[in-house]
């Protein structure tokens, strides 16, 4: 049974497959047409913003989705080219060779191969859990600017002029130097092709279900959109001739299935992408997983992180033998997906049996799709992912969140997608060490006529001048250590009175060596200075790795089971050592006659 089990672990579908029947192929089957239909404009409009050539994109979304449901865990995630991937891809390829060269398309493939390699090593390892080191604040800034950048830079396609730069200021200046060589026809196709896709995600679906049309039908019609933008389009381009006044068209498209193809071995050129490909496994990552946990809460469904790199690593490194470039889940399609009713990954299989037959049969009537409706397509999908709302709750929530975030715009915007990307990933891990080394204590006291404890700013408490209790809200590691010795001493120099000091260790759930090693420094200046060190409420796990210790043999104080009877014992024992040598009546010694 157990290496069935462990089979299993790394294959789901074994799991899911076994309660597979014809309802769920239903759902499955009407997921895929409609993904499938968003899908294709999509695909190829991402190949071109990663500066290949547009039957890449579709490529990329056949075999690689076949991958991801085999090994992936969620149920909803439809895996594919997305915008920041793309752009990401763009830039680490661009340091290569010029987009669109064959040198430009190797490249792609070794960043494909190398991010998914990376990706089910890590899932192997089970790292699914380094996706926390990037916070939310941070990923968000990093997506917004993105999607700035990538609207920005498609402003060419949709003016009809050349624009070139990896950053804001480049792609801004290079827009305005060539204005003047604006193609009207462009524009007008561009322009019109963006007002339509934005009416479509907010004015059709009231306008369907006005019609008489079910409100999920409606929806799901809107969605379709695009393909209502691509198809006029390229009809006018060609009954009006648009191509001969210079209006740029995608060109012929290979009619074929994906290539087998084998990434480059190259070691100077592996190396050189090595960083690229981490930066990109761990951005595509996140967005894939966060999009997938959504997902799965709606239907009471969990997904394991770590299969899940191991599904998305598989999904790359198909595409990098089957003429694609890196992959993730994109967050539009998969919610489309997820609202038309599909129950498995196999919807995923099914969408790209849809594409391929698009590869193979409808190749020819894109050969006069205009790039600027492309480009009219990734503008409205990547500005829904712009958020000017979060940075203005993250500012009245956290400041240094928020200062993590607007750096990683900044920094995004001014110095590209990569600088944007290591910022983000150094701010986060940054802003983690800096919470992690200054963690949240307070001076207790307890609450009257209960056995509570609170702290002495917030809750009106019993203190008593003698004894100090602190506690201590955070597991204590090397990166506090230091703190805490420098806290106590800086407590006890306050506290003039002070014979017995305790920490209070209910929220500690671990005590590191060099923990271990402040606590016993604090224990011994403690008793230079006359003090004891008592400890309360040590958790279980926390007291095994202690009795392993030399702490507790020297500890000049006691562990107490509870905070209140170290309270309540302390007191007595405060009092007793103030009574006078002489006196023998303890009613007299505490003054209670």
């Known amino acids: ?173 290079t827009l305005i ?61 060609v009954l009006l001739d648009l191509e001969a006044q210079g209006v740029k068209v995608v060109g012929q498209i290979p009619q074929s299935l994906p290539p087998f193809t084998v990434p480059l071995f190259d070691a ?51 595409a990098a033998f089957t003429g694609g470039y890196p992959v993730t889940g994109g967050f539009a399609r998969s919610v489309v997906n997820f609202d038309a009713g599909a129950e498995t990954p196999a919807a995923g299989a099914f969408t790209a049996i849809g594409i391929a037959i698009a590869a193979l049969f409808l190749t020819p009537f894109l050969a006069s799709l205009p790039i600027a409706t492309l480009a009219a397509t990734i503008i409205v999908a990547v500005l829904s992912l712009v958020d000017f709302k979060t940075p203005q709750h993250i500012w009245h929530y956290s400041k240094p969140d928020f200062a993590a975030m607007a750096a990683t715009v ?19 891990l940054a802003l983690f060490l800096w919470r992690a080394s200054r963690p949240h204590a307070a001076i207790v006291g307890r609450v009257p006529e209960t056995e509570h404890f609170r702290n002495v700013r917030r809750h009106q408490v019993l203190t008593d001048p003698r004894i100090l209790t602190i506690r201590i809200d955070e597991s204590l590691t090397y990166l506090n250590a230091r703190w805490l010795e420098e806290f106590v001493l800086e407590q006890v120099a306050e506290h003039p009175k002070l014979r017995h000091l305790i920490l209070m260790c209910s929220a500690v759930n671990a005590i590191d060596a060099s923990a271990l090693e402040s606590i016993e420094a604090i224990n011994h200046r403690l008793a230079d200075a006359g003090v004891k060190l008592h400890l309360s409420e040590v958790k279980g796990p926390v007291m095994d790795a202690l009795e392993r210790s030399h702490l507790l043999r020297d500890l000049t104080g006691t562990v107490w089971l509870s905070q209140n009877k170290a309270f309540a014992a302390l007191l007595v024992l405060a009092d007793d050592e103030d009574a006078p040598a002489t006196s023998h009546d303890p009613w007299a010694a505490r003054g209670l006659i």
């Open 1 to 173: 049974m157990r290496p069935a089990s462990s089979f299993a672990r790394y294959l789901p579908v074994l799991d899911w497959g076994r309660g597979y029947n014809r309802t769920i192929l239903t759902n499955d089957l009407v997921a895929a047409a409609i993904v499938t239909i968003m899908l294709i404009p999509q695909s190829l409009a991402y190949a071109m913003l990663a500066g290949l050539p547009p039957e890449i994109g579709l490529y990329a979304s056949i075999l690689p989705i076949v991958a991801y449901a085999l090994f992936g865990t969620s149920r909803a995630l439809a895996v594919g080219p997305v915008a920041v991937i793309s752009l990401m891809t763009l830039t680490a390829a661009s340091s290569i060779a010029p987009p669109g060269s064959a040198e430009f398309i190797a490249a792609a493939l070794v960043l494909a191969f190398l991010s998914g390699a990376m990706l089910i090593v890590m899932g192997v390892l089970r790292l699914g859990f380094l996706a926390n080191l990037l916070s939310h604040p941070v990923v968000s800034g990093f997506i917004t600017a993105s999607g700035l950048i990538i609207a920005t830079s498609q402003l060419k396609s949709i003016l009809g002029v050349k624009a070139s730069g990896e950053a804001m200021p480049e792609l801004v200046s």
């Open 410 to 428: 900044l920094v995004t915007l001014l110095a590209g997608v990569e600088p944007g990307v290591i910022a983000g990933v150094g701010l986060s």
């Open 268 to 318: 100077e050129l592996w190396q050189r992408l090595a960083i690229p490909a981490l930066l990109l496994s761990v951005i595509g990552f996140v967005e894939s997983v966060s999009v997938a946990q959504t997902l799965a809460a709606k239907k009471r469904q969990r997904i394991n992180p770590d299969q899940e790199l191991i599904g998305l690593g598989a999904a790359n490194v198909a």
């Open 177 to 237: 130097a060539n204005l003047a060589n604006t193609n009207l026809p462009t524009v007008i196709i561009g322009v019109v092709s963006t007002a339509f896709l934005f009416w479509v995600r907010k004015g059709l679906k009231p306008l369907l279900v006005k019609l008489g049309l079910k409100s999920r039908t409606a929806d799901l019609s809107a969605k379709a959109g695009p393909i209502a933008a691509v198809a006029v389009s390229t009809l006018a381009v």
